[in-house]
């Protein structure tokens, strides 16, 4: 059963934007923390951004100031603004939620490539 659903990856120019979206399934529920993370061919998977329930937000140093993380808790979606992209944000970007029924390591989503280049 897929329970979260990734879109809005693609290519792009450096420069230029992208949006993110991922979706819960209705299966999960009384979500936590969200969070998306990437993963760059030969490197390992980081954090690129989370946000709580209440909104506090978390960036990583690289994407500081390009990428604005955002949650519509109604709609059970996690949304990535990212602006002003780079050829090293190219990865593919997960989405990952704390959400109940409780499971480790959290829901993770398919992935989503986001490639950056001229």
């Known amino acids: 059963q897929v329970q979260l659903v990734e879109s809005g990856g693609g290519l792009v120019q450096p420069g230029g934007s992208l949006r993110l979206s991922c979706a819960a399934s209705?299966?999960?529920?009384?979500?936590?923390?969200m969070a998306w993370y990437r993963q760059a061919p030969g490197k390992d998977r980081e954090l690129v951004a989370s946000?709580?329930?209440?909104?506090?937000?978390n960036y990583a140093d690289s994407v500081k100031g390009r990428f604005t993380i955002s949650r519509d808790n109604a709609k059970k979606t996690l949304y990535v603004e990212m602006n002003a992209l780079k050829p090293e944000d190219t990865a593919v970007y997960y989405c990952?939620?704390?959400?109940?029924?409780?499971?480790?390591?959290?829901?993770w989503g398919q992935g989503t490539q986001v490639t950056v280049s001229s």
């Open positions: 990952n939620v704390n959400a109940e029924p409780i499971i480790a390591g959290g829901y």
């Open positions: 209705k299966s999960i529920f009384n979500i936590y923390r």
């Open positions: 946000i709580t329930t209440g909104g506090r937000t």
